[in-house]
């Protein structure tokens, strides 16, 4: 096998469960969707309990100067904040999306640009594509992305039945940034150390709850302004860390 077929394998697993959810979704009534928006949105709150909780864990808090875990992450999101406002990050990424649906001859009144992008976050956070993908560069196996493959085929599958045909076009996003994380495996292989990849893990979670809440119709949040947290987390993290 060579560099990236676990990534390669993740992508497949997108567009065949995005597709297979939008020939289901066609076939429903508009309560029946709404109802599944309304799953998707809980199940991502679910995903969003779970990527938080190495912010409670001893490996995490001791990286840090005492009380400053939670610092981490809140500077993060600030710092990322403020950037992706600077670059007005969300509104290219909803124009991008708009090129794509148009591109893909989707409709207005679609949720192309809502799918693509809640689907491209939810697939992209977690440690299992960071770990994984760089595991993969390593040609360590890529048991943590066949893993990740089927949960996201399933996930797909879902969103696809609600959200159309921009889950499907979000394996395009998946794929840039865990090939990047593949390409880092492959030339420097271990690169983050645990707690900054927690860190990464527990901002992308904060951001998973914003994708629930969106999805509830509870509030809608700039999440796209919020990415380049991600990016800030592990060097805040190492910065933090060094004082320690």
């Keep these: 096998m060579f560099p990236g077929i676990g990534t390669l394998i993740n992508v497949v697993g997108i567009i065949s469960g995005a597709s297979i959810g939008v020939v289901i979704g066609n076939r429903m009534g508009v309560k029946t969707r ?3 928006t309304d799953v998707l949105g809980l199940v991502a709150l679910l995903g969003a309990a779970s990527a938080l ?5 001893q490996g995490f808090s001791s990286a840090f100067p005492k009380g400053w875990a939670l610092l981490v992450i809140l500077g993060s999101l600030l710092i990322g904040g403020l950037i992706g406002s600077a670059l007005d990050l969300e509104s290219r990424l ?5 090129n794509l649906r148009r591109r893909f001859r989707a409709s ?6 809502e799918g693509f992008v809640s689907a491209s976050l939810l697939f992209a956070i977690g440690p299992l594509a960071i770990l994984g993908s760089i595991s993969d560069g390593m040609s360590s196996g890529i048991d943590q992305l066949l893993l990740k493959s089927t949960l996201d085929f399933f996930a797909a599958m879902a969103f696809g039945s609600s959200l159309g045909w921009g889950v499907a076009v979000s394996a ?3 794929g840039i940034y ?4 593949t390409i880092a495996g ?3 292989g271990q690169i983050l150390s645990t707690y900054q990849i927690d860190a990464m893990t527990v901002v992308g979670g904060v951001m998973l709850i914003t994708i629930g809440m969106k999805l509830l ?15 800030v987390a592990p060097l805040l993290a190492l910065a933090v860390h060094s004082f320690h």
């Excluded at 909803?94 to 708009?98: A, C």
């Design 172 to 174: 395009l996003a998946v």
């Design 108 to 113: 207005e009144e679609s949720r192309f640009v």
């Design 217 to 231: 119709n509870i509030k809608n949040v700039a999440v796209g302004n919020l990415l380049p947290a991600l990016a």
């Design 94 to 98: 909803d124009s991008f999306g708009q």
């Design 178 to 181: 865990q090939g990047f994380w």
């Design 53 to 57: 909780i190495p912010m409670w864990s």
């Design 34 to 36: 709404t109802l599944l």
């Design 186 to 188: 492959f030339f420097l």
